[in-house]
């Protein structure tokens, strides 16, 4: 039974994580959208509050809460509806705190920026998944890394790595663009795509399958070495109902290539999402 929850609580903070990076992404494009009429994501004014108001007014707070389908692990054919409750907060447009963990900018000049990471991997558990009896469960881990990001209008072009401390001790990679494009007074579309690299200790973890394990699971050996892990691709749209509550809507459609593709743990390479969530920015 303690596995079981352990995985419950696992699959929550993944939820968490893909959430909170996605719909905080949008906040800076509706922020943008202040050429006419009310502004849409203003803070309320602090001497409403005192000096508990001032520090709101340094702090760009959003809460909320929605739901998400997801596969039930990476490579599952099978889903999973998590419930994604979150809370995220920006500090002087610098320092951002959010469920997957803190960005910090170190590096601003004119459109590019250069930030320092600190996030977790969640790792894997068995339970997961009934394919992935034997397999045995990947420790969660500390996440160490930075972004590069060049703005050039409303594309932002990235790369960013980043490296585990613990867990599979793995490096991750990621490189590609978002667009964000303010459509109406009230409406923003966005659009990412991006190619995700993994050294061998992450590929190992997540899709090797060592003799120990072959022998537990009845899955074949396989050997998975560093290279391209997958492609992601993802639709949103953001609607601001008033100045404060915002809905949003994401699909996104990942493909496992490389040896992750061919690995026998993955019984299917396209990995789709979809998530539906209402946020509160005070």
């Given at each position: 039974?303690?596995?079981?929850?352990?995985?419950?609580?696992?699959?929550?903070?993944?939820?968490?994580?893909?959430?909170?990076?996605?719909?905080?992404?949008?906040?800076?494009?509706?922020?943008?959208?202040?050429?006419?009429?009310?502004?849409?994501?203003?803070?309320?004014?602090?001497?409403?509050?005192?000096?508990?108001g001032?520090k709101?007014?340094?702090?760009?707070?959003?809460?909320?809460?929605?739901?998400?389908?997801?596969?039930?692990?990476?490579?599952?054919?099978?889903?999973?509806?998590?419930?994604?409750?979150?809370?995220?907060?920006?500090?002087?447009?610098?320092?951002?705190?959010?469920?997957?963990?803190?960005?910090?900018?170190?590096?601003e000049?004119?459109?590019?920026?250069?930030?320092?990471?600190?996030?977790?991997?969640?790792?894997?558990?068995?339970?997961?998944?009934?394919?992935?009896?034997?397999?045995?469960?990947i420790?969660?881990?500390?996440?160490?890394?930075?972004?590069?990001?060049?703005?050039?209008?409303?594309?932002?072009?990235?790369?960013?790595?980043?490296?585990?401390?613990?867990?599979?001790?793995?490096?991750?990679?990621?490189?590609?663009?978002?667009?964000?494009?303010?459509?109406?007074?009230?409406?923003?579309?966005?659009?990412?795509?991006?190619?995700?690299?993994?050294?061998?200790?992450?590929?190992?973890?997540?899709?090797?399958?060592?003799?120990?394990?072959?022998?537990?699971?009845?899955l074949?050996?396989?050997?998975?070495?560093?290279?391209?892990?997958?492609?992601?691709?993802?639709?949103?749209?953001?609607?601001?109902?008033?100045?404060?509550?915002?809905?949003?809507?994401?699909?996104?459609?990942?493909?496992?290539?490389?040896?992750?593709?061919?690995?026998?743990?993955?019984?299917?390479?396209?990995?789709?999402s979809?998530?539906?969530?209402?946020?509160?920015?005070?």
């Open positions: 039974m303690f596995a079981k929850t352990g995985s419950v609580t696992l699959a929550f903070k993944a939820s968490l994580a893909v959430m909170a990076v996605s719909f905080w992404g949008c906040s800076g494009a509706l922020a943008a959208d202040t050429s006419s009429g009310e502004q849409l994501t203003a803070v309320p004014d602090p001497s409403r509050f005192g000096r508990i001032e709101l007014a340094e702090w760009h707070v959003v809460a909320g809460g929605g739901a998400m389908i997801e596969p039930e692990y990476e490579g599952s054919d099978k889903f999973k509806v998590t419930p994604v409750p979150f809370v995220s907060a920006t500090l002087f447009d610098t320092l951002t705190i959010d469920p997957t963990g803190a960005t910090l900018a170190v590096v000049r004119d459109a590019f920026e250069l930030s320092a990471r600190l996030g977790y991997e969640l790792g894997r558990q068995e339970d997961d998944s009934d394919h992935l009896r034997g397999m045995g469960d420790d969660f881990g500390a996440t160490v890394g930075a972004k590069a990001a060049v703005q050039l209008g409303p594309v932002e072009l990235f790369a960013l790595v980043d490296k585990t401390i613990g867990g599979s001790e793995g490096l991750v990679g990621r490189v590609g663009l978002e667009v964000a494009q303010p459509v109406s007074e009230r409406l923003v579309l966005g659009a990412s795509a991006s190619a995700v690299v993994a050294d061998e200790n992450h590929m190992q973890a997540y899709f090797g399958v060592s003799a120990e394990q072959a022998t537990r699971s009845g074949a050996r396989f050997d998975a070495g560093a290279g391209l892990k997958r492609a992601d691709f993802s639709l949103s749209a953001t609607y601001s109902i008033n100045q404060n509550w915002i809905v949003r809507g994401e699909a996104q459609l990942g493909v496992l290539l490389g040896d992750a593709a061919d690995s026998p743990v993955v019984l299917e390479k396209l990995q789709p979809a998530m539906l969530l209402v946020g509160y920015k005070f």
